[in-house]
Nanobody, 117 residues
Framework: QVQLVESGGGLVQAGGSLRLSCVAS????????LGWYRQAPGKQRELVAT???????NYADSVKGRFTISRDNTKNTVYLQMNSLKPEDTAVYYC???????????WGQGTQVTVSS
């Protein structure tokens, strides 16, 4: 059974930083593509950043230059370093994995990030 557990969310003032972590268990972590997504109240879930097994990275335009995604295959962990946070970054942040094996897609339970102005 694949499980993803996020941590690191919280309340921060605008301009501050947070580092999210997502630990995977039960997966073949090093072959998975990983990503961070977020969902604000009343809005659809949106992509924040993704990283493939080979290290190719993609960011949403809204976070480019402020957020950094990384992975540590030795710890089965994907990170999201968030700097220069803005109130519009407030959302529940979810970790996602995709792999060529069952279950093909898994989501974490989410961690709340709140940025005050």
């Amino acid at each position: 059974q694949v499980q993803l557990v996020e941590s690191g969310g919280g309340l921060v003032q605008a301009g501050g930083s947070l580092r999210l972590s997502c630990v995977a268990s039960g997966s073949i972590f090093n072959v998975d593509a990983l990503g961070w997504y977020r969902q604000a109240p009343g809005k659809q879930r949106e992509l924040v950043a993704t990283i493939t097994s080979s290290g190719r990275i993609n960011y949403a335009d809204s976070v480019k230059g402020r957020f950094t995604i990384s992975r540590d295959n030795t710890k089965n962990t994907v990170y999201l370093q968030m700097n220069s946070l803005k109130p519009e970054d407030t959302a529940v942040y979810y970790c996602k994995r995709e792999g060529g094996y069952y279950p093909y897609v898994s989501w974490g339970q989410g961690t709340q990030v709140t940025v005050s102005s």
